[in-house]
């Protein structure tokens, strides 16, 4: 699946942005939310959530990159997402937190940075309806993919196996920063479920079907995976 990140889109248009992408074939909204405090930058909130909301009918996957993460659950679960994503090391208790997301009626998944262990992942599978992996170190669009996500997506891939062999609920797992169509192919192969595309998509002007192009040969190059990890843009 493929979700358009709105932190590359073109922020004076947002709710128009929104649309194109859906209507181009996008399966999820990807949504950027930093404080200027875990991440070094400042993005947008709940009311600007709410206000896309009414744009789009696909799932809104909401990237939670703040600290402290809590108080924010019921403010975006109100303003319409439907997946909400936080990192380990934002909540004073991780296991509580999954829980409130789930409460609130989203989905709840953990985010693991470049340098997070996996190991944060023990003891709270049973929590999980997701799990992002970033490409590269949150804060900023338009980088370039750290090569070692490679091996993450396959460790953690064995690990949502194993859990689902056992009986546990699947788990999607989900790729953000540096997705593009020449490392895609790798990603799907090494296990992602969903990758999350910014500069990919929106860097493309939507004439002609713009959005709609890109998206297609994303979806054909995943379909394709290559024999040779590809980190550069």
């Given at each position: 699946m493929l979700a358009p990140s709105l932190l590359s889109a073109d922020f004076s248009r947002l709710g128009e942005e929104a649309r194109?992408?859906?209507?181009?074939?996008a399966d999820w909204l990807h949504f950027d939310v930093m404080d200027n405090h875990y991440v070094p930058n400042l993005t947008v909130g709940p009311m600007v959530c709410q206000a896309v909301r009414r744009h789009v009918h696909m799932p809104i996957d909401v990237?939670?990159?703040?600290?402290p993460v809590d108080a924010l659950l019921p403010l975006f679960a109100a303003a319409g997402a439907n997946l909400l994503t936080f990192?380990?090391?934002?909540?004073?208790?991780?296991?509580?937190?999954?829980?409130?997301?789930?409460?609130?009626?989203?989905?709840?998944g953990l985010?693991?940075?470049?340098?997070?262990?996996?190991?944060?992942l023990d003891h709270v599978m049973d929590r999980l309806d997701l799990i992002l992996l970033m490409g590269v170190n949150p804060g900023f669009g338009g980088q370039t993919l750290i090569a070692s996500i490679f091996d993450k997506l396959r460790a953690v891939r064995a690990r949502i196996d194993a859990h689902q062999?056992?009986?546990?609920?699947?788990?999607l797992l989900e790729v953000?920063?540096?997705v593009h169509a020449g490392n895609i192919g790798q990603l799907a192969e090494c296990g992602a479920d969903v990758c999350v595309v910014g500069n990919a998509v929106f860097?493309?002007?939507d004439a002609d079907g713009g959005y709609q192009t890109v998206l297609r040969t994303l979806r054909n190059a995943a379909a394709t995976p290559c024999t040779t990890?590809?980190?550069?843009r």
């Open positions: 194109a992408v859906e209507h181009a074939g990237h939670l990159m703040v600290e990192h380990p090391e934002a909540s004073r208790h991780v296991d509580r937190t999954l829980s409130t997301i789930r409460e609130l009626g989203c989905k709840a985010v693991l940075n470049p340098a997070t262990p996996v190991s944060w062999a056992t009986g546990g609920a699947p788990i953000d920063g540096g860097s493309a002007p990890p590809q980190a550069s």
